[in-house]
């Protein structure tokens, strides 16, 4: 057996916690390979809406067992926050969750230095969950992991030397309160005692499902181009949300991965700061925002929107290599008179064949855009193929036809049921 993997093709949010959602209802495993609390994953079931940050969203299905890879950033507040609100509306996580011990862990120090280089280094937009500042702490080899938290003493050693640290930079760089031992490490360890029952005990957990022929879904957070390495840098998150990121986060090889499934959102968003070559900045995308509900899960922040691009696309799958779309939102199109889809970029009238991964260079790229008629017709919540309007199905044939890879999901709306499955 091998795992299908879900990847966001754009710049997050495309609407990848309602096709994880879909397809975990036959999955025995979900696991999160990246990122942390900075998601925001949003499920609609009947009238309950639930936005997933941090557990995976296999969650809400019952008989699906979640795991948190050693790629993500975990921080104790969100996930038992995340508990006491899936408990609240009856779902039990109990023995449903497992943390790979080398997982490291987002601590209070974290955050308040995410915030304080966002007000006073450089805005690059983040969530303020202290993402970026816990990756740092990994790649510099002075984490937290989730296994350090079983040991009383290697955790207290560990955190008073990163407190020494830390307080340099607060005092002197940023000219805040320090933080004292004290005043974190009785939650830290409060955390910790909750914590245990949830760390396995070695990384083989996901493999040995695959191999035991187990259904597993891997679920991405973010977008591709918000990948440390191949989005639009700096204006990116701190992790690797594209494939290569599946297997270093969740110790499984290449060969485990059968189906790569990019979620494309029928526009594009992003949120933050960085470039964005197909930005709306008129009526046009306020219209996009507010059919879309373009606001974020996690921050509540006004989505930045635009047209589709496919020069990202390609590039995008040029790094991820995808089987198959799942594309989203397409009922959001539904008012316009008329939809345009970028195909490449020019700069000063000349069309590059390429995509800039420098964000100084695609800052100042425009888009060359095919323009299709709108249909004119609300297709919210259509389920069948054959109902979909003709220029709808010519919208979706070019995107197909340009990218090479068979749509075959279209997401006419937020709830389940609101599919067509091809
Ligand atoms: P994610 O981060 O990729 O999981 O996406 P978000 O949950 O942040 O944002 C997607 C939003 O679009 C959520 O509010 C979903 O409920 C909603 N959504 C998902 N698919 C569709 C769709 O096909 N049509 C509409 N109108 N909304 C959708
Ligand atoms: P999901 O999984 C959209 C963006 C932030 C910011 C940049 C860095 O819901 O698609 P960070 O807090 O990660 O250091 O912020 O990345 N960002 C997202 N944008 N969807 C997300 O997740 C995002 N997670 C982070 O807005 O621009
Ligand atoms: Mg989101």
């Known amino acids: 057996m091998t795992a299908k993997i879900i990847i966001g093709a754009q710049w997050g949010d495309e609407g990848k916690g309602k096709i994880v959602d879909l397809l975990s209802s036959d999955c025995d495993v979900v696991a999160r390979y990246q990122g942390g609390a900075n998601a925001g994953h949003t499920v609609i079931v009947g009238n309950k809406k639930f936005i997933l940050h941090l557990i ?3 969650i809400l299905h019952e008989k699906v067992l979640c795991m948190i890879g050693n790629g993500v950033v975990l921080d104790p507040e969100a996930f038992f926050d995340e508990i006491n609100f899936l408990n609240e509306n009856g779902i039990s996580a109990e023995g449903r969750i497992l943390i790979y011990p080398n997982t490291h862990i987002i601590m209070p120090y974290h955050k308040i230095l995410d915030r ?3 007000s006073k280094d450089q ?6 969950k202290g993402i970026g500042p816990a990756y740092t702490d ?3 080899r002075i984490g937290i992991q989730a296994i350090d938290l079983l040991n009383e003493k290697i955790l207290k050693q560990k955190i008073e030397f990163n407190l020494r640290l830390k307080n340099i930079i607060l005092r002197n760089h940023y000219h805040a309160d320090e933080i004292s031992f004290d005043q974190i490490f009785e939650e830290v360890l409060e955390y910790s005692k909750k914590l245990l029952t949830y760390i396995s005990k070695d990384s083989s957990i996901l493999s040995d499902a695959i191999l035991n022929g187990k259904r597993v879904l891997i679920e991405g957070a973010q977008g591709a181009l918000l990948d440390v390495d191949h989005g639009t840098y700096p204006f990116v ?3 690797n949300p594209t494939i290569g990121g599946a297997l270093t986060g969740l110790a499984i090889s290449p060969k485990m991965i059968g189906e790569t499934i990019a979620v494309v959102k029928a526009y594009t968003t992003r949120v933050g700061e960085g470039p964005f070559p197909t930005e709306i900045r008129n009526e046009i995308g306020e219209s996009l925002r507010k059919n879309g509900s373009e606001y974020g899960a996690t921050t509540g922040r006004p989505r930045r929107c635009g047209w589709l691009d496919l020069n990202l696309l390609k590039y995008s799958n040029q790094i991820n290599g995808f089987d198959s779309i799942a594309i ?6 539904s008012s316009f008179d008329e939809i345009k889809v970028c195909t490449d970029y020019k700069i000063r009238n000349i069309t590059l064949d390429y995509f800039p991964v420098d964000s100084e260079t ?3 790229v425009e888009p060359n855009y095919v323009t299709f008629g709108g249909w004119k017709t609300n297709i919210t919540g259509i389920n069948k193929y054959s109902d979909i309007p003709v220029e709808a199905k010519e919208y979706l044939k070019f995107i197909e036809d340009y990218l090479g890879i068979k749509i075959k999901i279209i997401s006419t709306g937020s709830e389940r049921s609101e599919t067509i499955l091809l």
Do not use: H, N, R
Not at 123 to 128: F, L, R
Not at 328 to 333: A, E, G, S
């Open 328 to 333: 989203t939102k397409l009922d959001v199109l």
């Open 123 to 128: 805005k690059i937009g983040t969530t303020g």
């Open 138 to 140: 990994k790649v510099s």
């Open 56 to 58: 995976p969203t296999g």
């Open 362 to 364: 695609l800052s100042i």
């Open 237 to 239: 998150t701190s992790s």
């Open 116 to 118: 304080l280089s966002e």
